[in-house]
């Protein structure tokens, strides 16, 4: 068969996998074309998960070569679709929770961060404004309240402009296309948070269409905000999506896959990593309490994630060191560090740890392959096939002679 018969077949039958998923749905976002949809609802789940078991081991005729290592990256997507089935559809437990994760997110499971180191650098930001631990950054950052959503929109989109100015002056030159460009016709629609329990939330649409969802009921920190849309929108998820539809749009190396963003998936890992972080993407082009209140949401993610080796990897369910740290230093309440305790170790335990883990591959994968060429990570890529990238860098004498 074809590369385009093959990823055709995938793509159909991993839509039809869609039936089996009840807590949560297992396309997280479709941007093709809908007669793929209206192919998979003629193929029975159960019998779409007996085609891509025998596909997965027959995927020869799709390329494997640079930039894109699509073959890697298919297996890698394949292998995390069949093991969401098997596990939390069918109850099957057959592998170690490490192997797991490594699988649903395609990528290796980190060591626990050096939280001294770590909360030394942070503090290193924090003074920059005035502030002498994190602790007082955390309770002294400056707040904001809107009246209405007319002022939510109006903070956000003049911010997402101010952000949009920073990465075009940076990477207008090397992308392939300027990040203004890709901008320029933004079709986000902000709306109140309308999701209860979740004060903030963004989803992509399609066809350049987001949204993002904020609360205006309480007062809250503007850092935070800024953070959301660094992590949501631009530098993070919605730039990136935007790259990919024009990717698709142009018909630019894609092929049938690209159209499909699983809830778990490789892909994912390298999207999380990059909106996490979005500050190192712009240079730390940001204003001081930003930068310091991007850094403090880095470390509190690198600290949950220690909480989570522990008790996932380790089998170590005593965090008290790990507690004082979240509340002595960082500044939590008792009740908010158990609550993010449980939810980072317990209630979103095969999910969350792509945030750190993506993020510690992206930062080390962009020092390698150099940030001229970031646009390379927003074109659907996995961490193993980055790091495959990665090493025809370091093949080169300088990686401009190669990249």
């Not at 959301?228 to 092929?255: C, T, V």
Request: aromatic share 12%; charged share 25%.
């Amino acid at each position: 068969m074809t590369t385009e018969k093959i990823t055709h077949q995938l793509l159909v039958n991993l839509l039809a996998l869609d039936e089996l998923f009840q807590d949560y749905e297992f396309i997280h976002c479709y941007i093709g074309p809908a007669q793929y949809k209206h192919q998979a609802k003629k193929t029975q789940p159960e019998q779409a998960l007996i085609n891509l078991e025998k596909l997965v081991s027959d995927l020869n005729e799709i390329p494997d070569v640079y930039p894109y290592y699509r073959r890697t990256f298919i297996k890698e997507m394949l292998n995390s679709a069949i093991e969401q089935v098997r596990f939390f559809c069918k109850g099957k437990n057959e592998r170690s929770f490490k192997d797991q994760i490594q699988t649903l997110i395609g990528a290796t499971v980190v060591p626990p961060f050096d939280l001294e180191a770590e909360l030394t650098k942070t503090i290193s930001y924090v003074k920059k404004t005035g502030c002498n631990s994190t602790a007082q950054f955390f309770k002294s950052r400056p707040k904001i309240k809107f009246n209405n959503i007319k002022e939510l929109q109006r903070y956000t989109y003049d911010y997402i402009d101010q952000t949009t100015s920073i990465m075009d002056a940076l990477y207008a030159k090397f992308m392939p296309v300027p990040p203004k460009k890709i901008m320029s016709n933004l079709k986000l629609t902000i709306e109140e948070s309308r999701i209860p329990n979740l004060p903030c939330y963004y989803f992509y649409k399609g066809n350049g269409n987001g949204v993002a969802g904020v609360t205006i009921k309480n007062e809250m920190s503007e850092t935070y905000l800024k953070g959301f849309i660094l992590h949501e929108i631009m530098p993070g998820h919605h730039f990136y999506y935007l790259m990919k539809q024009y990717y698709i749009n142009n018909k630019s190396n894609i092929d049938h896959i690209h159209y499909l963003d699983p809830f778990y998936s490789p892909e994912n890992t390298v999207n999380e990593g990059l909106a996490v972080n979005g500050e190192e993407v712009l240079h730390d082009g940001l204003d001081k309490e930003t930068l310091a209140g991007v850094k403090l949401e880095k470390l509190v993610h690198k600290v949950l994630y220690n909480a989570w080796y522990s008790v996932n990897i380790e089998k170590n369910t005593s965090l008290k060191e790990i507690q004082n740290l979240l509340r002595e230093e960082i500044g939590f309440t008792k009740e908010a560090t158990e609550q993010k305790l449980n939810y980072y170790t317990n209630l979103e335990k095969y999910y969350v740890a792509s945030y750190p883990i993506g993020a510690d591959h992206v930062q080390k994968i962009l020092q390698n392959i150099g940030y001229k060429n970031l646009h390379i990570l927003y074109a659907q890529h996995s961490v193993k096939t980055l790091n495959l990238v990665t090493r025809e860098a370091l093949k080169c004498k300088t990686q401009a002679d190669c990249l």
